[in-house]
């Protein structure tokens, strides 16, 4: 589960917004500081940046003053009590010395980025203050750090701290400016002390970059931090378990007795929960917890509560066994073409029996008068031998008789806000009822009427399951506040679905119940009906009026220059819809060509995540003039550097170039298509790093340049073209493995992926467009191609999007000529992931939160896939593509 998410379901029910667009008090605006409220003083330029509010010093023509790009800059942390007096000391300070600074506006941004799960690099930045040299800086450290002596605020992770106070320092890049990173990515940059630009590494830990001193004034800082060490505690620490904004988990050894522990980490005025609770205030409620149900054989036993630096530790025995949610890969009879019906009887048994050793575990904490509050399938244990279970992570356990809400929780078992005391382990274990046998159930976070329609998708799967058992889960997942005599309560976390989401027909409900929404809603498979249904939620998604993005999709697209590209952006939907015959979105063009004139700074630079794909798709759409613009533009940068990826390297920006240089007779494009070749067989010819150190794949992988190279052979018959995509195409499969069941995926030591974009099924769109111009003499490429064929036909997969779900399998299916029933069973199985939107057929993007229309993880990527299926006259196809010349 990618945490980040959750901070992007806050602001909008139905898809993936930035944290800065919740609501708060009031119907349009969030609840802001009233340092935020200031008017902007006289010479300064008030600007919101995201999260931030810039002020900036301004020179009689209004434009900023010339300072440093990069420096030695200040950080102020705050808690929820003191950030509004923080924020107004720094602004009075700074103002009147025309030193620039930001700061977070209101008190829930500030408390999204210190909550558990926020980014680490971020945690306790509050204000950010850019002093003009190290003299200024000194100053300023001292002088306001009098100001702010002792006031607290998170550790700023990765920065040095100044004394005792809320100040830390860090250096880094003033300006915007981004380079190519080792792995091909555009990223933030700084100018190292030979004036070439490296990324400005934020790693949560203080670090000074090799080619800058470390001011004098700031060594006894820098001594004072490493006196604080582990080597005197009675623990020796073996491994990290587990890391989050709140602080780490070990596994450890008591050097006295040998006994094996788990060291539990809180970091004061972090990682806080949606009461406000911090990382230490949670670690105590969890001991408190733990030693209330004591001796219950079904919690760890506490063992030790100490204090380090300034951080709490919670000492706990260590249990042996696996989580719960590690025997889905293994065990799922699903996970594979044709399960054996006796395999689905085993595992219906197996699931049963754990369901009701959990349901035992709760039911006894319980007793104990004590709410778990965080039931989901990473926090139960169960024991090697597999006839018990344990219950890990108590730190949001609290008294049934407080009544409380859930304040932490895993998506797919969020209780709705109605839910309080045991009623919230009571909607846990439904939602576990279900997700054993479709771990699914982050779904319900969109709309919980889907549980009735995945308990009948389940039913068909697993017939040996009891009715009443599935039927009891679905009442108790959609049951309404005014069913259960209670009173509703605002949501917290990642909100579940509204009142216009709430269920109106569920398992066991009245005949006079109004139809289920899913009911009416269009089959994927009924096509062109499914395509015109698509369609319509697409366009009635769209927002033209934003900046930011046309179309709701991934969280991607507000990092990566403005939702533009293919993969995440506007011109991956605008593609999808041209190529299913969906007609012309005119303002969705009109917005595109406004956005691309001029240009988002950082917006990359390759085929599916920048400039290369956005010119190609307007090429397309009949814009050519832009096209060449944009790719001109990425010409001008140092693309010799990128990658060799699909995604957002060479391979990408080659087919490109080689498209337009072919389509419009520009000599300088076919140049520097003929120069991309030469870098990637050059690349090739070298030996290829660890399977362990590299990606595979068609996006991120050596399958993109066999792609490039491979289209290249076609345009030019050279042979050693052929000769190296065979070369690329076999590292990709030595990062393979085949499985019992004879399915082969990409292995990434520690899952293996069989999708489209980074797993073996876009290495198999490669091999079967080399089979059609190549003899396979050693039959090495049909062996794989079985194998990605048996991947791509499994029963079950845990999201539908086109790079990492189903509508992948979809796509690779038809294209590579499958037996029609194994491309309708995959059709079929889309519709288990199926949503309404405005009453139209939609579909949720990754980690299932929200809804999503994009290209790469939304409903434009299934909308593809069923083109390419379905759609007999002219079968939709990905970028450079088109079906194979020859059907192996």
């Not at 009461?275 to 054989?297: N, W």
């Not at 999708?755 to 467009?769: E, F, M, N, R």
């Not at 299926?869 to 450079?880: C, I, K, S, Y």
Request: charged share 25%; proline share 7%; glycine share 10%.
């Amino acid at each position: 589960m990618d945490k980040r998410y959750e901070v992007y379901a806050l602001a909008d029910r139905h898809f993936y917004e930035t944290p800065d667009r919740l609501a708060g008090e009031g119907a349009d605006a969030a609840p802001s500081y009233e340092t935020a409220r200031r008017a902007v003083p006289a010479g300064w330029r008030a600007a919101r940046i995201g999260d931030w509010l810039a002020l900036t010093p301004v020179d009689a023509e209004g434009r900023p003053r010339s300072g440093p790009a990069q420096g030695w800059k200040i950080h102020a942390s705050a808690t929820r009590e003191n950030a509004e007096r923080i924020a107004g000391i720094v602004w009075d300070y700074c103002v009147p010395r025309a030193v620039p600074f930001k700061f977070v506006p209101g008190p829930h941004l500030l408390h999204l980025r210190n909550v558990k799960y926020a980014a680490r690099d971020g945690s306790g930045k509050f204000v950010t203050i850019y002093p003009a040299d190290e003299e200024q800086l000194q100053v300023v450290l001292e002088e306001l750090g009098a100001l702010l002596e002792g006031l607290d605020g998170p550790y700023v992770l990765t920065d040095l701290r100044w004394n005792e106070g809320p100040l830390y320092v860090r250096y880094g890049a003033f300006a915007r400016s981004f380079v190519v990173d080792d792995r091909g990515t555009l990223v933030p940059a700084v100018t190292d002390g030979e004036g070439r630009l490296v990324p400005d590494r934020r790693a949560p830990s203080f670090q000074v970059p090799e080619w800058v001193t470390l001011p004098s004034f700031l060594e006894p800082q820098l001594a004072a931090r490493n006196t604080t060490t582990v080597g005197d505690l009675p623990y020796r620490i073996e491994k990290a378990l587990h890391f989050s904004n709140g602080g780490g988990v070990y596994s450890g050894v008591d050097t006295r007795n040998g006994q094996r522990v788990v060291l539990k980490e809180g970091r004061p005025h972090a990682g806080l929960a949606a009461d406000g609770a911090d990382a230490v205030t949670r670690l105590a409620r969890e001991k408190y917890a733990l030693e209330r149900v004591s001796g219950l054989g079904v919690v760890p036993e506490v063992r030790d509560w100490f204090t380090l630096g300034d951080h709490r530790f919670l000492v706990m025995d260590f249990l042996e066994g696996r989580p719960l949610n590690s025997f889905f890969a293994e065990r799922h009879p699903l996970l594979a073409p044709d399960p054996d019906p006796a395999a689905v009887a085993d595992y219906t048994a197996w699931a049963l029996r754990v369901h009701r050793m959990v349901e035992e575990a709760v039911e006894a904490v319980h007793g104990c008068g004590i709410a778990f509050n965080d039931l989901h399938v990473f926090n139960i244990m169960v024991a090697p031998d597999e006839r018990s279970v344990s219950l890990l992570d108590f730190e949001a356990a609290a008294p049934i008789e407080e009544g409380g809400r859930q304040v932490v929780a895993h998506p797919g078992f969020f209780a709705p806000p109605d839910r309080t005391g045991a009623d919230v382990d009571r909607y846990a274990l439904a939602c576990l009822r279900l997700a054993l046998f479709m771990p699914v159930t982050t779904l319900f976070v969109v709309d919980r009427a889907k549980a009735a329609h995945l308990a009948e998708v389940i039913l068909g799967q697993f017939p040996d399951i009891p009715r009443s058992f599935l039927e009891e889960a679905v009442v108790e997942i959609t049951r309404t506040p005014a069913s259960a005599g209670t009173t509703t309560a605002s949501a917290s976390a990642v909100p579940p679905a509204t009142d216009s989401n709430s269920p109106s027909h569920r398992a066991g409900s009245s005949s006079a119940a109004p139809p289920s929404p899913y009911e009416a809603l269009a089959e994927p498979g009924d096509w062109p009906y499914s395509r015109d249904s698509m369609v319509k939620a697409i366009l009635a998604s769209a927002t033209p009026e934003r900046d930011d993005r046309l179309f709701p999709g991934d969280i991607a697209q507000f990092s990566d220059g403005g939702g533009l590209g293919i993969a995440y952006g506007a011109a991956g939907v605008l593609y999808a819809l041209s190529e299913t015959g969906a007609g012309r979105y005119e303002e969705g063009e009109r917005w595109l060509l406004d956005h691309t004139d001029p240009l988002p700074a950082g917006t990359p630079l390759g085929l599916y995540d920048g400039l290369a794909g956005v010119g190609y798709v307007l090429d397309r759409l009949g814009h050519r003039q832009r096209a060449l613009d944009l790719v001109g533009t990425v010409l001008d940068e140092k693309w010799h550097k990128l990658s060799s990826d699909l995604h957002g390297g060479l391979a990408g920006l080659g087919l490109v170039l080689d498209e337009l240089g072919r389509t419009t007779g520009e000599s300088e494009l076919e140049a520097r298509a003929a120069e991309v070749t030469r870098i990637l067989q050059e690349r090739l010819a070298e030996p290829p790093s660890d399977t362990k150190k590299r990606r595979a794949g068609l996006m991120r992988g050596a399958s993109g340049p066999a792609l490039f190279l491979l289209r290249r052979y076609e345009a030019t018959g050279d042979p050693g073209l052929l000769a190296s995509a065979a070369e690329a195409l076999r590292r990709d499969l030595e990062c393979c493995v085949v499985h019992p069941g004879g399915s082969l995926e990409v292995d990434e030591g520690w899952r293996t992926l069989p999708y489209l974009g980074d797993g073996s099924a876009g290495v198999g769109l490669v091999i079967d467009d080399y089979l059609g111009h190549a003899d396979d003499d050693q039959g090495e490429f049909e062996r794989a191609r079985a194998g990605i064929l048996t991947a791509a036909t499994s029963r079950f997969y845990a999201q539908p999007g086109l790079f990492q779900g189903r509508a992948g399998m979809v796509l690779h299916l038809s294209r590579t000529g499958a037996a029609p029933e194994r491309v309708a069973e995959q059709v079929a199985g889309l519709g288990w992931f199926a949503m309404p939107y405005q009453g139209q057929l939609a579909f949720p993007g990754h980690q299932m939160m929200r809804l999503s229309m994009d290209l790469g993880t939304g409903t434009a990527g299934c909308l593809l896939a069923l083109g390419a299926a379905l759609d007999g006259e002219v079968p939709a196809r990905l970028p450079f593509l088109p079906p194979p010349r020859r059907r192996p």
